[in-house]
């Protein structure tokens, strides 16, 4: 039966170090094999003939990186079918995300992978390179078969994909106009870029609650509360997520010199990052707090820690004196204003009259009543705002966009626009005259916050380096499908997990 070849990893290492004490070859193959094709099935059966026995680990599900709608089986069902080929001895499923641990455990003779990994120095995640280091530690050799090669990631878009019908639609037009390469070249050029980043510093504070029942004094909803989570948020989740892909990072923000927070915030930020902070005397650091309801994630309440005021004269000439000196230094700027008072009329126009490259997020938020506009700023490089920011810069709650957008975008001097639109994607406004909509490819939203931060990241850097703006909005899109997948500003984008999901998406 084939449940009878799946072993627990541990159980696997003993059947392995009994096999290679009767002096069988033990060969090890190791991948996530989503949906079993004949390219597997010939790998694993020129495995096979390398030795006596065959043992196949695989990528747990929470380790399954190739995109959104990943894997496409479960593990267990991943182990079944592989368990079902006679050439296979044994299936286990691993702990870990990469074979390095695994092979350390099993210490097979032999460890195989299929000829599309010959050339170790292509792989993009640099899994192969490390393993190969494991295998000659453990005293076994790396070997490759030959044969046709399939991809799981292409039948599965082709014949599985969970995309409604018009993303799929985009995605085979997409491919006709950009390559693969293109995209990942672009991803590479940002790598260079020496950024400045600027805005308001706030703490995301999760509190995860059980409703227990209507008060009996007040009609009031009861709850019990379960635990709390601390993100760095603001411009800090921006500064981390343009960490992952610039080269250095420098920070700006103000922090509230009553309960400043400032080693927690430190202790988030990525290691590329320079912070530069300056205190608002008799102010707290900002704190949003949001309860949810623990089971659902639902929101029920949100309460503001903050003085909304602008920061004082004298914190303005000291944050002035201070971007004088490293705007000169800086690619671009960055500013990711909330209207929480970071980003004063002085240093509004010194970045617009000094800054090499200026890209601008300005959010309408329950805090700031609508006042924080985009055309606060004379001069915006890059413009990025959500519908219904761009619908109250323009008093109007109805009509098209894209008439809006080509108004707005020249009088802001813009080279590019984008407005974002949630579910319906992005709309990308060119200076010369190019117009272009990419959809959404959120397959799962656990949490809106931090989506629109995440796509200002990454095409803030992108149209500061010339990327052709389908491509800026498609890379965009990718980033915000991987932030509404987890709580808040609960990690930063990550670049490698980025270019895997492209790759899926786009074979």
């Given at each position: 039966m084939p449940e009878a070849k799946i072993l627990d990893l541990d159980k696997l290492a003993s059947v392995v170090a009994k096999a290679r004490a009767q002096g069988k070859v033990v060969v090890h193959c190791h991948g996530v094999f989503d949906l079993l094709h004949i390219g597997h099935i010939r790998?694993?059966?020129?495995?096979?003939?390398?030795?006596?026995?065959?043992?196949?680990?695989?990528?747990?599900?929470?380790?399954?990186d190739k995109g959104p709608h990943r894997p496409a089986?479960?593990?267990?069902?991943?182990?079944?079918a592989i368990a079902s080929l006679s050439c296979v001895d044994h299936v286990a499923i691993n702990r870990w995300p990469t074979a390095e641990e695994t092979l350390r455990l099993l210490r097979p003779d032999l460890y195989v992978k299929g000829s599309e990994f010959k050339e170790i120095t292509s792989d993009m995640t640099g899994k192969i390179g490390r393993e190969e280091k494991v295998v000659r530690e453990v005293g076994a050799r790396l070997a490759f078969t030959e044969d046709i090669v399939f991809s799981s990631s292409n039948l599965i878009n082709t014949h599985m994909s969970l995309f409604p019908v018009e993303v799929k639609e985009y995605l085979n037009l997409f491919k006709t106009r950009y390559s693969l390469n293109a995209v990942n070249e672009a991803l590479s050029r940002l790598s260079k870029l020496k950024v400045l980043v600027i805005g308001d510093t706030i703490i995301d504070t999760y509190v995860y609650c059980e409703a227990i029942g209507k008060s009996s004094k007040d009609p009031v909803l009861a709850l019990r509360h379960q635990s709390e989570d601390h993100f760095a948020g603001g411009v800090l989740a921006v500064a981390n997520h343009v960490a992952n892909f610039a080269g250095h990072v420098e920070l700006f923000t103000v922090l509230g010199a009553v309960n400043t927070r400032q080693e927690f915030i430190t202790s988030s930020l990525a290691s590329n990052v320079t912070p530069h902070f300056f205190l608002r005397p008799g102010a707290p650091t900002i704190v949003k707090q949001r309860f949810l309801e623990g089971y659902s994630l639902s929101k029920l309440l949100e309460i503001y820690y903050m003085d909304q005021s602008d920061i004082p004269d004298e914190t303005i000439r000291e944050v002035?004196?201070?971007?004088?000196?490293?705007?000169?230094?800086?690619?671009?700027?960055?500013?990711?204003?909330?209207?929480?008072?970071?980003?004063?009329k002085p240093i509004r126009h010194l970045l617009c009259e000094e800054a090499k490259f200026l890209a601008v997020n300005t959010q309408a938020n329950a805090g700031n009543r609508g006042f924080n506009t985009i055309t606060r700023y004379p001069r915006v490089d890059f413009g990025c705002i959500a519908e219904h920011e761009m619908r109250l810069e323009m008093r109007d709650a109805e009509g098209e966009l894209r008439p809006m957008?080509?108004?707005?975008?020249?009088?802001?001097?813009?080279?590019?626009?984008v407005v974002t639109r949630g579910k319906k994607g992005a709309l990308i406004w060119t200076g010369e005259?190019?117009?272009?909509?990419?959809?959404?490819?959120?397959?799962?939203?656990?949490?809106?916050?931090?989506?629109?931060?995440?796509f200002l990241s990454v095409t803030a850097l992108a149209a500061a380096t010339g990327v052709p703006p389908e491509v800026l909005g498609f890379i965009g899109n990718v980033a915000g499908a991987q932030a509404v997948e987890i709580i808040g500003n609960q990690k930063a984008i990550d670049k490698l997990k980025l270019q895997k999901t492209i790759v899926s998406m786009l074979k």
């Amino acid at each position: 039966m084939p449940e009878a070849k799946i072993l627990d990893l541990d159980k696997l290492a003993s059947v392995v170090a009994k096999a290679r004490a009767q002096g069988k070859v033990v060969v090890h193959c190791h991948g996530v094999f989503d949906l079993l094709h004949i390219g597997h099935i010939r790998y694993f059966e020129q495995a096979r003939r390398m030795g006596d026995v065959l043992v196949v680990t695989l990528t747990p599900d929470q380790y399954v990186d190739k995109g959104p709608h990943r894997p496409a089986f479960t593990q267990d069902l991943r182990a079944e079918a592989i368990a079902s080929l006679s050439c296979v001895d044994h299936v286990a499923i691993n702990r870990w995300p990469t074979a390095e641990e695994t092979l350390r455990l099993l210490r097979p003779d032999l460890y195989v992978k299929g000829s599309e990994f010959k050339e170790i120095t292509s792989d993009m995640t640099g899994k192969i390179g490390r393993e190969e280091k494991v295998v000659r530690e453990v005293g076994a050799r790396l070997a490759f078969t030959e044969d046709i090669v399939f991809s799981s990631s292409n039948l599965i878009n082709t014949h599985m994909s969970l995309f409604p019908v018009e993303v799929k639609e985009y995605l085979n037009l997409f491919k006709t106009r950009y390559s693969l390469n293109a995209v990942n070249e672009a991803l590479s050029r940002l790598s260079k870029l020496k950024v400045l980043v600027i805005g308001d510093t706030i703490i995301d504070t999760y509190v995860y609650c059980e409703a227990i029942g209507k008060s009996s004094k007040d009609p009031v909803l009861a709850l019990r509360h379960q635990s709390e989570d601390h993100f760095a948020g603001g411009v800090l989740a921006v500064a981390n997520h343009v960490a992952n892909f610039a080269g250095h990072v420098e920070l700006f923000t103000v922090l509230g010199a009553v309960n400043t927070r400032q080693e927690f915030i430190t202790s988030s930020l990525a290691s590329n990052v320079t912070p530069h902070f300056f205190l608002r005397p008799g102010a707290p650091t900002i704190v949003k707090q949001r309860f949810l309801e623990g089971y659902s994630l639902s929101k029920l309440l949100e309460i503001y820690y903050m003085d909304q005021s602008d920061i004082p004269d004298e914190t303005i000439r000291e944050v002035t004196a201070a971007l004088k000196e490293k705007l000169k230094e800086c690619d671009l700027v960055v500013v990711a204003d909330y209207g929480h008072g970071m980003m004063a009329k002085p240093i509004r126009h010194l970045l617009c009259e000094e800054a090499k490259f200026l890209a601008v997020n300005t959010q309408a938020n329950a805090g700031n009543r609508g006042f924080n506009t985009i055309t606060r700023y004379p001069r915006v490089d890059f413009g990025c705002i959500a519908e219904h920011e761009m619908r109250l810069e323009m008093r109007d709650a109805e009509g098209e966009l894209r008439p809006m957008i080509e108004k707005l975008a020249p009088q802001l001097k813009s080279r590019v626009f984008v407005v974002t639109r949630g579910k319906k994607g992005a709309l990308i406004w060119t200076g010369e005259g190019e117009f272009v909509i990419v959809p959404a490819f959120a397959m799962k939203v656990v949490d809106r916050v931090g989506a629109g931060d995440a796509f200002l990241s990454v095409t803030a850097l992108a149209a500061a380096t010339g990327v052709p703006p389908e491509v800026l909005g498609f890379i965009g899109n990718v980033a915000g499908a991987q932030a509404v997948e987890i709580i808040g500003n609960q990690k930063a984008i990550d670049k490698l997990k980025l270019q895997k999901t492209i790759v899926s998406m786009l074979k």
